[in-house]
């Protein structure tokens, strides 16, 4: 893990990008494919440290330079995956303060009397869900869900969950709840039905599906992977600096940990993602630093198949009710960001551009600024509950073909690890996926 860690401790929250090194010489070395450092990254990100706010002629130079890089790493396909997101549960008592997606778990108790509007699945509700979608031709499951306190590795862990008199565990038994979630194990193995890909397991529940016990996340994770999961994605990263966690989610494991749990996801042969969560309370040097840690991280491991930048969606969120954020990230922020991973990671492969946080207009604009990756069709239980209706956050294969199709680019359906790739033709009269164990062309949904 040594050369994970920053080599000169963590930064000052209120330390502001300073460098005496020159925009030009960064943008250089970045044209020339020369390894970058922090202060090369500040440089790029911030368009220049002397010039207040972001200069619009240098943000050209920096997204044509990552343009550049992306059509020397990837080429012009634009990539894709058919996936189901089936998030097992919104309870969650780790009060992220960025985060709109928990509900307090008291209120998932059979006790509690009045209603709400979060949800937990049972394993076999989970497997339902994910056999109608592989029907439909999804490839990949991709699920992430609060921790709701019922939740244990398997079994055993529950047991000694049971037997511990420990207060700070954050564990109450199912028979608590109204609804009984299964051990994370019984969830992996419900929604490994039929070949498809399970995309699940951030560190932060890798953490939580050890607490307790002095189970490595080798062990952990091996235990995940006996029971059907297949790639982890790197969410809960936010902002790998410690001071900025300590500000919106000092409830969460720290860097070294998520990086400690990333290794071991690696170690035990599972793919992984990368993230950063951005725009809020963090700088531009403690960006950068992430881009750093997660380059180490991949140097390392080699195991991050993509990079996910994600613009942080301020409204309703507790930092902005209180007034700690005024808002999210401005679109030449967004631009910058995408650019400066693809120029600053030169070791991932692919940079994703998250359409969910962009838009449909901004995402395709990521994919003129060093972003190759399109992200998901994520398909969802109630979308395909009223399928031809109201399709909400889902992205058909015809609008992805189109859409690639329209910035001059080659649209490709792709794998989970991009292994697998077919390039669509977007004047097919029918236009489906065919990478899922059961896709044959059709349409998700009709
Ligand atoms: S752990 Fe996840 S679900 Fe829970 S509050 Fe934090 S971001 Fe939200």
Redesign the pocket.
Known sequence: MSDVTPPTGEFDFTQQPVTDQSFENALARARNGERLTVADGVELITTGTDVAGIDRARKELVLEAADRRRAEVVGDEVTFVANLNNNVT?A?N???L??N??DRSEQFRSDYQQAHGGFTKTPSESREIVDDALDRGIYEVCSV???HPALALDDEHVEILEGSERGDLNYRPASAYDTDPGTYCEQIRAMDVGGVHVHSMTP?EAYHARRGTDRSYEEVFGRLKAAGLDSVPGT?AEILVDEVRDVI?P??IDSAEWLEAMEAAADVGLGTTATIMYGHVENARHRVEHLRKVRALQDHTGAITEFVPLSFVHEETPLYDRGMVDGGASDDEDELMIAVSRLFLDNVEHIQSSWVKYGDAGGLKMLTCGADDFMGTILSEEITKRAGGDYGEFRSVREYADMITAIGRTPVERSTDYEQRRVVDPDADVVGPTLGPRADGTPLLQ
Request: glycine share 18%; charged share 20%; proline share 0%.
């Open positions: 919104t969650c780790t009060g992220c960025f985060c997606f928990k869900s609060g921790l932060e809960a989610c409830g969460k």
